[in-house]
C-alpha cells in the first residue's frame, strides 16, 4: 500500500508543480509522476541539507514534493527539455 500511495503522492507533486509553473510541458501522466517522485528524493534531500540530517536518499512529504519538483522541471526546461531536433 505504501507504493501505491508514494505514487499517488508523485503524481499529485508533479500535477501541482506543472500548474505553479507556466509554460508548455508536453508529457503525460506518467512524465508527470516520474515529475513528482524525483521532486520527491529533490525535496527530501534538500530539506536534509537545510535543516541537518542525514544525505541519505529519502522521499519527502507533499510540501517538498513539490518544491522539489518545480526545481526538477525548471533545470529540465533549462537542459533543452523534450530533446527533439530542429531541422
Request: without cysteine.
Amino acid at each position: 500500500m505504501g507504493l501505491i500511495l508514494f505514487l499517488i503522492v508523485g503524481l499529485i507533486a508533479g500535477f501541482i508543480a506543472r500548474a505553479l509553473v507556466p509554460g508548455p510541458d508536453p508529457m503525460g501522466w506518467l512524465g508527470t509522476m516520474i515529475l513528482g517522485i524525483i521532486g520527491s528524493f529533490v525535496g527530501g534531500t534538500l530539506a536534509a541539507l537545510l535543516f541537518g540530517g542525514s544525505l541519505d536518499l529519502n522521499a519527502s512529504g507533499l510540501v517538498g514534493s513539490v518544491i522539489g519538483a518545480i526545481i526538477v522541471l525548471l533545470i529540465w526546461r533549462a537542459m533543452g527539455g523534450s530533446r527533439t531536433v530542429a531541422v
